[in-house]
C-alpha cells in the first residue's frame, strides 16, 4: 500500500490522537471495574514495568549500559503512563485494597527504571537519526517515574511505603542533578581531561551526534518534580526522613548547587550550561516549599536545621561547585524558606554557625540573614 506524503507528514498527530483515546478509555474502564478485570490490568502493568516481555522471560525491555544511556521499550512506558491513571482514578475500598497488595512492586520497578536510565545525557534534547529509533525517551520516563512516586508518596493514607523506599526517594535528585553543573552547551567541546570532568561518561555520551543542546524545559520540569518528590516524603514520612537525614542534605543540597548561574559571557567562554535567572527563579520556588516543610515539621528536623542552613550560606557566598554565588533574583524568591529554617533554629544553634564560620564573608552572610530575618520575618507579638 502506497501512502501520500500528506498521510505521512499526519502519522504523529494521529498517533497522538490515538494515545488520548486510549487513555481516556482505560480510564473509564478502571473507575469502576471488576476486581477480577481491576487484577488482570494491574498484573499487565507490574509485568511491564518489570520489562518482562510476554512469552518470552530471558529478553527484557529495560537496557543499560550504552554511550547514549539506557533505555526502555514503549511498553515500559505505557505502563508507567497506566499505572499514573490508576493511581488518580481507582476508588472504593476493595479496587484500593487491590492496587495496595501491588504497590511495594510498583515503587521498587520505579526505582529499577531510574536507576537503569539515570545519565547526564537525559537533560540534552536527542536527534533521531535512525528512523528505525522507536525508543521512548530516557529523560521523559524518569519525569514519569518520578512523577509517580511523588504521587505515591503524597497518599500516605492509601499506600504504604517502607523505610528503605523513603531513603531511596530520598537520593533519587542528588544521583539525577549530581553532574548538573558540568553539562555543556549545544556543540560545545567536551575535554576528556579527567580532572575537568570526573565523569568520563559525561564526555562520552554528550560528544556523541545524537545529542544537540540541554533541554531547559525538561530540566526545571525535572528539578520540579524532584522538589515535589522530597516535600511529600518529608511531609508524609517524617520520622523514616530523620533516619536518612544525611541522605535528605544531599540531595538538598545537589538542587541548591543547581540555582548557581553563571554570566552569559562566562558560560560561553567557560562551555557550561546554566540556567537564565527567570528559570532559576521557577526553580528556586519550588526548593524554598522544602525548607518551609522543614520549618513545618521542626519537632523532628529542627536538631538538623543549621546544617541546611549552614549549606545555603556556603552556596550563597561562593562556595558552590561554580563558585559564583546565587543571583539576587534568585536569592529572593528562595529567602522566604532562608528564614523559615532560621526561625526554626535555636540561638545556640546560630551562635554556632558565627563560630564555626570564622572571619569572612560567611559570617557576614549569616549576620545580614539574621538582621533580614528580624526585619521581615520574625512574629514581634504585634498587630
Same mark, same amino acid.
Given at each position: 500500500?502506497?501512502? +501520500?506524503?500528506? %498521510? ?10 490515538? =494515545?488520548?483515546?486510549?487513555?481516556? +478509555? ?5 473507575? !469502576?471495574?471488576? $476486581? ?22 530471558? %529478553? ?8 547514549? &544511556?539506557?533505555?526502555?521499550?514503549? @511498553? ?23 492496587? =495496595? ?26 536527534? *533521531? ?25 503524597? !497518599? ?22 549530581? /553532574? ?5 552547551? +549545544? ?7 579527567? %580532572?575537568? @570532568? ?9 560528544? +556523541? ?5 540541554? /533541554? ?8 520540579? #518534580? ?6 511529600? @516524603? ?18 538538598? &543540597? ?12 562566562? #558560560? ?7 540556567? $537564565?535567572?527567570?528559570?532559576?527563579? !521557577? ?6 516549599? *522544602? ?18 542552613? %549552614? ?14 554565588? *546565587? =543571583? ?29 564560620? &570564622? ?25
Amino acid at each position: 500500500m502506497e501512502f +501520500s506524503e500528506a %498521510s505521512l507528514s499526519g502519522r504523529p498527530y494521529l498517533l497522538d490522537e490515538l =494515545k488520548v483515546r486510549l487513555r481516556s +478509555s482505560f480510564t473509564v474502564f478502571i473507575k !469502576k471495574p471488576s $476486581e477480577l478485570h481491576l487484577l488482570s490490568a494491574v498484573q499487565a502493568i507490574e509485568r511491564a514495568l518489570v520489562g518482562v516481555r510476554d512469552g518470552c522471560t530471558m %529478553s527484557y525491555d529495560i537496557h543499560t549500559g550504552s554511550v547514549d &544511556g539506557g533505555k526502555v521499550s514503549s @511498553v515500559v512506558a505505557a505502563g508507567i503512563d497506566c499505572l499514573d491513571l490508576i493511581l488518580e482514578h481507582v476508588s472504593g475500598r476493595k479496587r484500593l485494597n487491590v492496587v =495496595k497488595r501491588h504497590i511495594q512492586s510498583f515503587i521498587s520497578s520505579l526505582f529499577n527504571i531510574i536507576l537503569n536510565l539515570q545519565s547526564p545525557v537525559i537533560f540534552y534534547e536527542r536527534s *533521531i537519526q535512525n528512523k528505525g529509533d522507536t525508543d521512548p525517551d530516557p529523560g521523559t520516563i524518569i519525569l514519569m517515574c518520578v512523577d509517580v512516586l511523588a504521587r505515591i508518596s503524597g !497518599k500516605h493514607a492509601l499506600y504504604q511505603m517502607e523505610a528503605w523506599h523513603v531513603a531511596q526517594s530520598l537520593r533519587i535528585p542528588s544521583a539525577l542533578f549530581q /553532574d548538573f553543573h558540568l553539562l555543556k552547551l +549545544s556543540e560545545a567541546p567536551v575535554p576528556n581531561d579527567s %580532572s575537568t @570532568v570526573p565523569n568520563n561518561q559525561i564526555s562520552n555520551s554528550v560528544a +556523541s551526534k545524537h545529542f544537540s543542546g540541554v /533541554d531547559r524545559q525538561y530540566s526545571i520540569d525535572l528539578f520540579a #518534580a524532584c522538589c515535589r518528590l522530597l516535600h511529600n @516524603v518529608l511531609k508524609h514520612h517524617k520520622t523514616e526522613c530523620e533516619r536518612c537525614i544525611a541522605i535528605l542534605q544531599a540531595s538538598v &543540597g545537589v538542587l541548591l548547587h543547581c540555582l548557581e548561574t553563571v554570566d552569559a559571557n562566562a #558560560a560561553v567562554r567557560k562551555g557550561f550550561f546554566s540556567w $537564565e535567572v527567570e528559570e532559576g527563579v !521557577k526553580c528556586a520556588g519550588c526548593l524554598r516549599r *522544602i525548607y518551609e516543610e522543614i520549618r513545618h515539621q521542626k519537632d523532628v528536623f529542627g536538631p538538623h536545621c543549621s546544617q541546611f542552613l %549552614s549549606n545555603y550560606i556556603w552556596v550563597y557566598s561562593g562556595h558552590g561547585p561554580r563558585k559564583t554565588g *546565587i =543571583k539576587r533574583e534568585i536569592d529572593e524568591a528562595l529567602r522566604p524558606g532562608v528564614y523559615a529554617l532560621i526561625d526554626t533554629c535555636s540561638a545556640d544553634d546560630l551562635q554556632r554557625l558565627h563560630t564555626l564560620f &570564622g572571619e569572612g564573608p560567611c559570617r557576614n552572610t549569616l549576620a545580614t540573614l539574621k538582621h533580614d530575618y528580624e526585619l521581615n520575618f520574625q512574629y514581634q507579638g504585634k498587630v
